[in-house]
C-alpha cells in the first residue's frame, strides 16, 4: 500500500487538527494513499520538536522553507496565519507538492488568483479546507438540492454567529487589519456554503458594523459584523450574516434552505440533525422533520454504524484529510479547489466594494 510523507506548517489550533485528522484518515476510511507524518513547523525549534513529539511527527521545523524542500515531504498542509497562505502554496506547489490550505486561502483576491494560478500551473491536486460543509447533514442538504427534492429553490438564508468577541478582549491580533475582521475571518464559511449549496452569487448589496470601535482603549479597524442580500446567478435571493459579536451563539453555522416543493433547516450547533419539509405530504402531516444522520448519510459510516450517534468536529476534517487524499491518488479535482475558494474571495471583495459606496456589486468583477 503506497505511503505520502505530509508535512503541516503550523502546530496551533488547525495545525493540531489536521495533524489528528491524517494520523487518522488511513484507518478511518481505510485510503488507498496512507499518510505518513513527515515533519510539522512550528515557530521555533522548540515548539517544532514539542508538536513533532506531541502529534508523532518524524520531526520538527521552525522554517517553512525547510519543511516544504524536505523530501519526504510529498503534500503540504498550510495551517499558518493567512498573510503566510499564498508565499507556501507557490512555494511549495513549484515543486510539485499538493497543498491542502486553511481558508481563507490568502489575504485579498490578489493572492487567492495567484494561487489559483500557481496551482493549475503545477497540476496537482489542491483544495481549500472549509470544514463545516462536510459533515453529513450538510453533504446530504447538498445533496437534495441537486437532485431537485426541494423543487426550485427560491431563497436562502445563511449565517455564520458566534459570540467569541463579545467581551472586551485586548490584545486579539483579530482586531486590527481587514483579513482579520468578521467579513475575513468567520463571513467566508457561509460564503463557501452559500455557493457550495446554491451555486454563483451574481450580484450582493453588503453593510459592515463595527459594534465595539474601541477595546481597552485601543481602537478597533475592523469589522465585528456583516449583513449581505444577495442574488444568486440561479435567480434565487438570499441573504448572509455573520457576526463575532452574536450574545450566546457559540458555532452558529446555520441556513435555511426554501424551495417551491420543501425546504431544509439546517444549525451546526445540532450537526447531526437536519430538519425537513415535505411539502407534498397529508396536509395533517406537514411540518418539518428532524432527521438524525446515521450510515445512509455521506461519509458517516467509516465513522459510526450506529444511526443518531453522531460526528464531531475533528471528524470534518478526518474528511476533508480523505478528500485531499482521494485527489492526489485518483488525479481528479475535489471540491473545493483553490480556484472554488477564490470565489469566497470575489464576493468578500465585492461586499467590501459594496459597504464603501452603498450599493449593488458583482463578485465577477473582482
Known sequence: MPDIGIGVIGGGYMGKAHSVAFAAVGAVFETALRPRLAAICGASPASGARYAAAYGFARGASDW???????TVEAVVIASPQATHREIAEAALALGKPVLCEKPMGLNVG???AMVAAAEAAGVANMVAYNYIRTP??????????????????????????????????GEWRFAGE??????????????????????????????????????????????????????????????????VATGRKMGYAYEITG????????????????????????????FRKILTGPAHPDYLPFCQGPGHGTGYQDQIIIEAHDFLKA???????????RDGLEVHRVI????????????????EY
Open 349 to 364: 471583495a465585492a461586499a467590501r466594494a459594496s459597504h464603501a459606496t452603498r450599493g449593488w456589486t458583482k463578485p465577477a
Open 328 to 338: 492526489i491518488d485518483g488525479g481528479a479535482p475535489v471540491w473545493p479547489t483553490f
Open 111 to 113: 493572492d487567492a488568483r
Open 260 to 287: 417551491t416543493q420543501g425546504a431544509i433547516r439546517f444549525d451546526q450547533e445540532d450537526q447531526n440533525a437536519l430538519w425537513l419539509y415535505h411539502a407534498d405530504a397529508p396536509p395533517a402531516q406537514r411540518g
Open 65 to 71: 522553507r525547510d519543511l516544504v524542500n524536505d523530501p
Open 179 to 244: 483579513a482579520n475582521g468578521c467579513l475575513g475571518d468567520l463571513t467566508p464559511h457561509i460564503i463557501n456554503a452559500a455557493l457550495a449549496i446554491m451555486g454563483p452569487i451574481d450580484e450582493l448589496s453588503a453593510v459592515m458594523e463595527t459594534v465595539y470601535p474601541e477595546r481597552g482603549g485601543v481602537p478597533v479597524t475592523n469589522d465585528d459584523q456583516v449583513q449581505m442580500m444577495v442574488r444568486f446567478a440561479s435567480g434565487a435571493g438570499g441573504h448572509l450574516a455573520s457576526s463575532r
Open 137 to 170: 447533514a450538510s453533504q446530504y442538504a447538498r445533496q437534495l438540492v441537486a437532485e431537485g427534492a426541494l423543487g426550485r429553490i427560491t431563497h436562502f438564508r445563511g449565517e455564520h454567529t458566534e459570540d467569541f468577541h463579545n467581551e472586551d478582549v485586548l
